[in-house]
DNA sequence: CTAGGGTTAG
């Protein structure tokens, strides 16, 4: 064997097995030996070096060579790929072509991945037809690669119309085109697909299976999930295959709601990896038992594996939903030790539960220290801002985002509109829609529309709203008429709210809210009777409305309250402080109860009780026993509830925030609401 | 030198 020839399977050997410092080695004794120039071995320097990770080696014996050819030039291209810079591989892909040289099948499937991880469509559209120009488009890796592309940028059409025109499918292709469904979130098509290609004789290898459990699993399918599962064992794959679809099998069973099956798939897996390990954690946390996901997470820091973003944003993600400031603190302090913490989904996901929590100044500050905020990061912001009422602050931020040239995506509009909404700026929420509706990439969902409606209807302008939902391009789902029916029974409109209610009945007739809304309006217009019927159907079908349940954190430990909840240590301090505290605000601002927000609870029986008892009032009745009565100034009672805050309660803390020192802020399901010297940031509307 | 996968932040 030549010299050159050793030297090249060296290399090589380097590159796949990520032996930096081997390969600087065998660099020097390339470059002693005079084979500095020889196009080979340069090319396998640029890989092994971009391999490595190391890029700025890469491009340095790039630069040097006196000659290049198609694969030194891919070479480069997959290095910048696989060291995350898309973008990095597409310009080198136009340097290329403007000197001359022509890409072969692999330079084309590379940047047809690079196009895909951007996931904008103009870019992978170009290099297709410029492979169907050069003759590249039918080859098999070129062509799975491009329905690859248009997957991955949501063309899943143009992805299936490839799929089903090549002359040679291989199981890339099956498994190419099964991934994009499930993306797509269309998993009963990926089933499909799945079940077609056994039946062609295709045999699915442990990427089919990863892809097939996760569509089961954004289906909660646990019948195919499960059979899945057992064809992955009586197939009798070896270890490595189930280690690869351990993560997503455990995902299946979490995601339908079977904790246990999941435990026992992780306890029986020999070789965890941290994703495994990550979906049972979250499984547990977003289920609400913080205590074992806790637990299980105290392992995987103990264990040999690394701690990555995912698992970290993902907790936070839970501890923003639950409001749990103790223990989301706890983690950012952790995220600060740990290399993933400085990831770019940690750190947002921090902002998120600063903002979710309420703590709007610390999530600013950790918000102005990302090094390199995305499109996520500004949104997270946006929203946050807007929850808080602060209409005005979200567009400023909004406009910031722009002039740094971050595009904005659907998420980010549906942040601005609905703080728009939030703050009641009609006029503004108007502009940003229309240059939604103009926007060239970013389809107006109905979510957007919904925003908009909310909008319109919080100002009174009911027939708009309704003229905006039936003129709509889109399907209007139950959330955008339940929005209207709220705004008419805000505004007292009988006759809409009955029209609209029925229309919501229709659609939705098992869910319980809506018949709240619907004896609302009702009883807001004194129709008893009406309101009498809603009430008996409710009981008839056996509805029951989710608890409303509230929650205050006092040194450090979170106490939860249900509605009429009696079973707290201190329950009849509570009810003492209560009393008083009512006592006070009737004396002083004149409250009474409002029994107008008493049919939130149409289970209740009696009126009166069942507002005093309102989980809201329970657990700000903790907080004041809790040393909340020092009336000291700029005390801080932050108070969480799963549902909306009822008007009553409402009122009463407006009394509250005027009668006491005392700042309350709610974070209910729709918004913030800062209670301050007897006024609402929500301007009573909400 | 090349194609496919798992947990994840708004």
Known sequence: MSERQIFANLLRSCSKNLLFEQ????????????????????????????????????????????????????????????????????????????????????????????????????????????????????????????????????????????????????????????????????????LLLFRKMQEQGEIPDEFTYTSTLKACSGLGAMQEGTQIHASLITRGFPYSVQIASAGALIDMYVKCGHLIKARRVFDQIDAKNVISWSALILGYAQEGNLVEAMDLFRQLRESTYQVDGFVLSGLMGVFADFAHVEQGKQMHAYTIKVPSGLDISVANSMVDMYLKCGLTNEAERLFGEIPVRNVVSWTVMITGYGKHGLGKEAINLYNRMLAENIEPDGVTYLAVLSACSHAGLIKESQEYFSRLCSDRWIKPRVEHYACMVDLLGRAGRLKEAKNLIENMPLKPNVGIWQTLTSACRVHGDLEMGMEVGEILLRLDGDNPVNYVMMSNIFAEAGHWKDCERIRETVKRKGLKKEAGRSWVEIDKEIHFFYNGEDNHPLTKRIHEVLKEMEKRIKEKVGYNHGVRFALHDVEEESKEESLRVHSEKLAIGLALVCGGLDNEEKKVIRIFKNLRVCGDCHAFIKGLSKVLKVVFVVRDANRFHKFEGGFCSCGDYW
């Open 23 to 190: 390969g600087l080695q065998a660099h020097g004794a390339v470059v002693k030996t005079g084979l500095g120039f020889d196009l080979m071995l340069n090319n396998d320097l640029v890989d092994m070096y971009g391999k490595c990770g190391r890029m700025e080696l890469a491009c340095a014996v790039f630069d040097r060579m006196i000659e290049r050819n198609v694969v030194s030039w891919t070479a480069l291209m997959c290095g910048y790929l696989q060291n995350g810079n898309a973008n990095g591989s597409l310009s080198l892909f136009r340097k290329m072509g403007s000197s001359g040289i022509k890409p072969n099948e692999f330079t084309f499937s590379t940047n047809l991945k690079a196009s895909g991880i951007l996931g904008t469509p103009e870019n992978g559209m170009q290099i297709h037809s410029f492979s169907a120009k050069t003759g590249f488009e039918w080859v098999p890796a070129v062509a799975n690669s491009i329905i690859d592309m248009y997957s991955k940028c949501g063309r899943i059409s143009e992805a299936a119309r490839m799929f089903n025109a090549m002359p040679v499918r291989n199981l890339i292709s099956w498994n190419a085109m099964i991934a994009g469904y499930t993306l797509e979130g269309n998993g009963d098509r990926a």
